[in-house]
C-alpha cells in the first residue's frame, strides 16, 4: 500500500517521520500565517535529512472566520489533499487530544471509509502511529532511538501565531512541556514565564482541574519542579 505522512514542520510529525521508517511526506499550506514559517522549516528539514517532500497549496482564504487554534475541519482537508499521494494517509494525533473532533478514532474511521468510497472503492486508510503516547512520551522515542532534543527542537516549529517559538500560545507550552520534560528546551524558560500560560496552567494542575486530565496535570507539576531546581 502507497503511503504519505501529513507533515507540519511540528514535533509529532518530525518524530512520526522517523518512527514511520522515513516515508513520504506532504505539507499542505493552507494559507494560515503559521504556513510561512513551517514551510520554511519543511523544506530546510527535508533538505538536511533527504526527504522525499511534497508541498501543495491548498489556501482557505475563503473561509469567513480562520483561528489558527481552532480552523474547523482542518484535519479533513489534510486528508482530503493526503488521498491524492497515497492510500495509507499517516495523520499523526497523540494520546491525550483524542477527543478532539477531527483527531479521534472515530474520525480516523470515518474519513477512511468516505475516502475509500470516493475512490471508488481504492481502500484508503487514514491512520496514526501515536495514538497510545502522549507529546512527551514521543520526545522520548526519538531521544532514545533518533537523535538528541536539541536537534529535534531545531528540526521543527510550532508557533500558531506564525513565530519560531513566541512562548505564549498553547503549541509553543506544549512543545517546551515535552522538551524539558526530556532534557531539552531550558532556553525558552524565560518567554514560556513571561508568556502567563504557565502560570494558569500551574494553578489548573494545582486545583486538579479535570478537563486538564490526570496527565497533563502530572506533567505541568513536574515541569514546575524542573524550573525550581534551574
Ligand atoms: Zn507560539
Given at each position: 500500500?502507497?503511503?504519505?505522512l501529513?507533515y507540519?514542520?511540528?514535533?509529532?510529525?518530525?518524530?512520526?517521520y522517523?518512527?514511520?521508517?522515513?516515508?513520504p511526506v506532504l505539507?499542505?499550506?493552507?494559507?494560515?500565517?503559521?504556513?510561512?514559517?513551517?514551510?520554511?522549516?519543511?523544506?530546510?528539514?527535508?533538505?538536511?535529512?533527504?526527504m522525499?517532500l511534497?508541498?501543495?497549496?491548498?489556501?482557505?482564504?475563503?473561509?469567513?472566520?480562520?483561528?489558527?487554534?481552532?480552523?474547523?475541519?482542518?484535519?479533513?482537508?489534510?486528508?482530503?489533499?493526503?488521498?491524492?499521494?497515497?492510500?495509507?494517509?499517516?495523520?499523526?494525533?497523540?494520546?491525550?487530544?483524542?477527543?478532539?473532533?477531527?483527531?479521534?478514532?472515530?474520525?480516523?474511521?470515518?474519513?477512511?471509509?468516505?475516502?475509500?468510497?470516493?475512490?471508488?472503492?481504492?481502500?484508503?486508510?487514514?491512520?496514526?502511529?501515536?495514538?497510545?503516547?502522549?507529546?512527551?512520551?514521543?520526545?522520548?522515542?526519538?531521544?532514545?532511538?533518533?537523535?538528541?532534543?536539541?536537534?529535534?527542537?531545531?528540526?521543527?516549529?510550532?508557533?500558531?501565531?506564525?513565530?519560531?517559538?513566541?512562548?505564549?500560545?498553547?503549541?509553543?507550552?506544549?512543545?517546551?512541556?515535552?522538551?524539558?520534560?526530556?532534557?531539552?528546551?531550558?532556553?525558552?524558560?524565560?518567554?514560556?514565564?513571561?508568556?502567563?500560560?504557565?502560570?494558569?496552567?500551574?494553578?489548573?494542575?494545582?486545583?486538579?482541574?479535570?478537563?486538564?486530565?490526570?496527565?497533563?496535570?502530572?506533567?505541568?507539576?513536574?515541569?514546575?519542579?524542573?524550573?525550581?531546581?534551574?
Amino acid at each position: 500500500m502507497s503511503e504519505v505522512l501529513l507533515y507540519s514542520g511540528g514535533v509529532d510529525s518530525f518524530i512520526a517521520y522517523w518512527y514511520l521508517n522515513r516515508p513520504p511526506v506532504l505539507f499542505v499550506d493552507l494559507g494560515l500565517k503559521s504556513n510561512v514559517l513551517e514551510k520554511e522549516a519543511v523544506w530546510e528539514a527535508s533538505r538536511k535529512y533527504s526527504m522525499n517532500l511534497t508541498i501543495v497549496s491548498l489556501p482557505l482564504i475563503w473561509v469567513p472566520v480562520m483561528s489558527e487554534m481552532e480552523l474547523p475541519c482542518r484535519n479533513m482537508y489534510l486528508v482530503l489533499a493526503g488521498s491524492h499521494f497515497a492510500d495509507r494517509i499517516w495523520l499523526i494525533v497523540q494520546r491525550g487530544e483524542l477527543n478532539l473532533s477531527d483527531r479521534s478514532p472515530t474520525f480516523m474511521v470515518m474519513a477512511s471509509e468516505m475516502l475509500t468510497q470516493l475512490w471508488n472503492g481504492t481502500k484508503k486508510e487514514v491512520c496514526s502511529p501515536f495514538v497510545d503516547r502522549t507529546k512527551v512520551e514521543m520526545v522520548q522515542w526519538y531521544v532514545d532511538n533518533v537523535g538528541t532534543v536539541d536537534e529535534l527542537d531545531q528540526s521543527t516549529i510550532c508557533c500558531y501565531r506564525g513565530k519560531v517559538f513566541c512562548g505564549e500560545c498553547s503549541a509553543c507550552f506544549r512543545k517546551w512541556v515535552a522538551l524539558r520534560l526530556n532534557g531539552g528546551g531550558r532556553q525558552y524558560d524565560e518567554l514560556i514565564v513571561k508568556g502567563g500560560l504557565l502560570e494558569q496552567y500551574t494553578k489548573r494542575a494545582e486545583e486538579r482541574d479535570p478537563k486538564l486530565g490526570t496527565e497533563r496535570i502530572e506533567e505541568i507539576l513536574a515541569v514546575n519542579e524542573l524550573l525550581m531546581i534551574g
